[in-house]
């Protein structure tokens, strides 16, 4: 009797334990789902871009003997990385906002000019945050907001001229941001003298007027948000999540880290211009096209900050501090090795001394010689695989979280 | 011919064969029922645009909205072979159901669902709904206590066959002596609690990859003998427990766990059956036996004797065809499937597509993501058979769109088991001229050392 029992006893244990093991178990897959989704697919034809501005350091010796934990590398990235690049940025858009405050209240030459290179000094800063679409930039939607193009600049002068417009919208995004000020600050004429008559017309000067600080102050705010998530709670939550599991920071970071080197830097800066993903290239899709000569900058600086990320080089300066680099040497070092971080950043000098064949235009040098773009492309692509197969092979990190059952 | 020779005719309780179907029911119910609930149909069967197609089966496809239709019938018919309702309905449907899900996408290939198709096919031709069951609380004339022998064996033969060939699938010197590919995955699970410190260390690993070889080798004998069943079972549920928490393999070690206890003997399942009445409050009836089945009965027995043999041939001899293919197994996976090759390898690439316009000599580049999910991706850039379909999905996409003289060539690279990354598929492949075929496929490169 009491045996029986107690056969039935363990027989439903062990179903109730299975049952609970299984839901609980899905409980975190359920979780890594929402943050891994991408809410970014904003496809090839809208790309942001992206940022940057430190000191040119290329790969540093990270921090050799340092024991490798994924804390310290996470700390690494927060406080010497990630947040001191989103503290310039807002910093360049307190000046930015300065500056086109200045400049409608007092639409001349000077002020023009001042407001041009604001607008530059911001745009290089960005592109070392645009890789970091976690947190409340992942939440917000940054860089849709920030830097998509190419501008809609027929639909950008529509809203603009009706003056009623909600820039929060999602059909907005590709009126606004850097691309939508590069149009506002080089687009509108051939001379300064001309485009600054835009803002002094007497019919629409004001709207104008209005719409350009209505955008400054919308990039100022959103980067302000995010500046601030990251002092006040993220950078803890960030760091406290250091486990290996898909919902976990690391993971996290390293597949925005190259979703964003894939989607914007390779494809959006320089693929989709050279039209390796149409019949025809497309010079008009590069990025700051109005401006035209810094695209080749832009890219450039993009570059550095993903190369200075995957090395740990703390932002704007010489050090460095464990990063992806460190991480790879000390998986490595316990067994057969393959270099993969000599691979990594040999392909990055490569595309460094590739680039330098290239015009400060992209757009020309797409029309004059596609060819070398179509280069340009190939070599950054072989870091797409190094990266993507095997260094996330190593690191044993999925590529865009596949939530499903394995073998 | 009358299939009399002694073991046919011998007779055991239908105890284990019930239990089994109550617990093989009620977790597929429940597996269906999580499918469901983590929103994996909508993500793996409604939203891609493009499926991937067994060779042969590219007739079956998801329905759309009706795919949840068939997760709910097949969620409902597993309930049913938990019940015994119409058992042999109910194990028709859900193994059609079940595999008909499984054939819709090979993207989510996996040898947990191929057991389980297997095993409900299995299941259609034992009586595990004539004791214990709806139907037979009905009817009782339908209740019988004793089954042939067979019945209970044919199906610790499967789970034998399943252990014994993932055992051998492991004795290779990826495995064994390279530690492949749990030295990648082990070390990035040092963040668990109380065990997840002994992933740092090198033998930890090479323990854990010759004793999962071991475990599989000799479990079913440790089943099998009576004198160490006890303890094959705490291996059992010790070793299944430890690869779900590991691993991300969702209801599968729950099902081997309860598989096993068929090897036990009838009294033990007689006494949870006993529990199960009393629990339950149901009558119990005295079942038939089953000895003076008529002649009829006989016939078909030996006509499911018959198909099952077929089976068990199958099973046997299909994991060895890859024999038949050159190169590396895990290079060119031919052969690969259906052969309890399991967690073997970790193999990630990459795969750029190139179409070229014939007519005009303009080319230009595939986004994936346009076409495929990223899970989809990701299996078809290290598959040669899905690098195919897609390519041919591809080259009918753009004829539809005006350009009907393609050619298409991938860029592929694939890393496989730690080794750096090589090209995989020969560039110089127009993938247009490639047609599926069990032959091997001259196209891709050879697996370098």
Redesign the interface.
């Known amino acids: 009797m009491k045996n029986n029992l107690l056969t039935l006893c363990c027989f439903t244990a062990l179903f109730g334990a299975a049952l609970f093991l299984s839901c609980s178990e899905d409980d975190n897959v359920k979780l890594d789902e929402g943050s891994q989704i991408d809410q970014n697919d904003s496809t090839d034809d809208q790309i942001d871009g992206d940022t940057s501005d430190s000191v040119d350091t290329t790969a540093n010796e990270a921090v050799v003997g340092e024991a490798f934990t994924r804390g310290a590398m996470l700390t690494n990235w927060a406080d010497n990385i990630i947040i001191p690049s989103f503290e310039a940025l807002v910093d360049n858009m307190d000046s930015l906002s300065f500056a086109a405050n200045k400049f409608t209240e007092t639409p001349n030459q000077e002020n023009f000019i001042n407001l041009k290179q604001s607008w530059l000094n911001a745009y290089l800063t960005w592109q070392t945050v645009a890789m970091f679409d976690i947190g409340k930039a992942e939440e917000i939607t940054l860089r849709n907001f920030i830097n998509v193009y190419p501008l809609d600049a027929q639909g950008m002068t529509t809203t603009l001229l009706a003056g009623d417009y909600d820039l929060t919208s999602v059909n907005r995004q590709d009126e606004q941001g850097f691309s939508a000020l590069d149009y506002l600050l080089h687009g509108l004429g051939n001379s300064d003298e001309e485009i600054i008559a835009f803002y002094t017309d007497d019919t629409n000067g004001l709207k104008y007027k209005t719409f350009l600080t209505d955008i400054v102050d919308r990039m100022h705010s959103l980067t302000s948000i995010v500046l601030a998530d990251w002092k006040e709670s993220y950078r803890d939550e960030f760091i406290e999540r250091d486990g290996n599991a898909a919902t976990e920071s690391v993971n996290s970071m390293v597949n925005d880290y190259i979703y964003y080197y894939e989607k914007f830097l390779r494809a959006g800066k320089v693929g989709i211009p050279a039209g390796v993903f149409s019949n025809s290239s497309l010079s008009d899709r590069v990025e700051a096209r109005y401006r035209g000569d810094v695209s080749k900058e832009l890219l450039i600086k993009s570059l550095i900050s993903a190369q200075d990320f995957f090395n740990g080089v703390h932002f704007s300066q010489e050090d460095a501090g464990m990063s992806l680099k460190g991480w790879i040497n000390h998986l490595e070092a316990s067994g057969e090795t393959n270099n993969i971080d000599s691979l990594i950043n040999n392909q990055f000098g490569l595309i460094h001394l590739q680039l330098e064949n290239l015009n400060s235009d992209l757009g020309q040098q797409v029309e004059a010689d596609n060819i070398k773009m179509l280069e340009t492309y190939d070599f950054l692509q072989k870091n797409v695989i190094f990266m993507k197969v095997d260094m996330l092979q190593l690191l044993d990190i999925t590529v865009d979280y596949v939530d499903a059952d394995g073998d | 011919m009358l299939i009399n020779s002694s073991y046919f005719s011998k007779t055991t309780s239908s105890a284990p064969l019930v239990i089994f179907r109550v617990?093989f029911g009620?977790?597929m119910f429940?597996s269906i029922i999580?499918f469901w609930?983590?929103?994996?149909i909508d993500?793996?069967y409604i939203q891609p645009h493009f499926f991937f197609s067994y060779y042969g089966f590219d007739w079956i496809k998801p329905l759309g909205d009706l795919t949840y239709l068939l997760f709910f019938v097949c969620g409902l018919s597993a309930l049913f072979v938990a019940l015994g309702l119409k058992y042999t309905w109910a194990i028709i449907t859900f193994f059609l159901s079940f595999t008909y899900i499984e054939l819709m996408d090979k993207t989510?290939y996996?040898?947990?669902y191929y057991f389980v198709s297997v095993l409900s096919f299995l299941l259609i031709f034992l009586p595990a709904g004539n004791y214990f069951s709806w139907d037979t609380f009905k009817n009782s004339r339908l209740s019988f206590s004793q089954i042939p022998q067979w019945n209970i064996d044919v199906i610790k033969l499967l789970l034998c066959i399943v252990y014994l060939y993932a055992g051998l699938a492991k004795l290779n010197s990826e495995w064994l002596l390279q530690g492949m590919p749990l030295?990648?995955?082990l070390?990035?699970?040092?963040?668990l609690p109380m065990i997840g410190f002994l992933f740092r260390y090198?033998w930890m690993i090479y323990l854990f990859a010759w004793g999962g070889a071991l475990y599989d080798l000799i479990i079913p004998f440790l089943l099998l003998n009576r004198k160490t069943r006890a303890f094959g079972f705490i291996m059992v549920?010790f070793f299944h427990?430890l690869t779900?928490i590991l691993?991300?393999?969702?209801?599968?070690p729950?099902l081997m766990?309860?598989s096993a206890l068929i090897f036990f003997n009838y009294q033990?399942h007689q006494?949870?059956i006993?529990?199960?009445y009393r629990?339950l409050r149901i009558k119990k009836y005295k079942g038939h036996q089953i000895q003076n089945v008529p002649l009829q009965y006989r016939l078909l027995n030996k006509v499911k004797i018959g198909i099952l043999a077929l089976f068990f041939l199958i099973q046997i001899g299909l994991p060895f065809r890859y024999l038949l293919y050159p190169d590396n197994l895990f290079w060119t996976e031919e052969g690969y499937r259906w052969s309890w090759r399991?967690?073997l390898m970790?193999k990630?690439?990459?795969a750029?597509f190139k179409i070229v316009?014939n007519s005009?000599r303009?080319w230009?580049?595939?986004?994936n993501?346009?076409f495929l999910t990223?899970?989809q991706e990701?299996q078809m850039a290290t598959q040669p058979d899905f690098i195919l379909q897609y390519a041919h999905f591809l080259n009918e996409h753009f004829s539809q769109q005006g350009m009907t003289d393609l050619s298409i060539f991938v860029?592929c690279?694939?890393?496989l088991n730690?080794?750096?990354?090589t090209r995989y598929i020969d560039p110089k492949f127009d993938l247009t001229k490639g047609y599926e075929s069990f032959a091997h496929k001259s196209w891709i490169l050879p697996f370098n050392e």
Not at chain 2, 37 to 40: D, E, K, R, V
Not at chain 2, 187 to 191: A, G, H, S, V
Not at chain 2, 247 to 252: Q, R, T
Not at chain 2, 418 to 421: L, T
């Open positions: 617990a009620l977790l429940i999580r609930a983590l929103g994996w993500k793996l989510t996996l040898n947990h030295k990648i995955w070390p990035t699970k040092d963040y090198d549920v427990l779900a691993f991300p393999i969702g209801m599968f729950y766990i309860f033990f006494k949870v006993d529990g199960l629990m399991v967690m970790e990630a690439g990459n750029q316009d005009s303009n230009f580049y595939v986004n993501e346009d990223s899970f990701k860029d690279f694939v890393a730690g080794r750096k990354s």
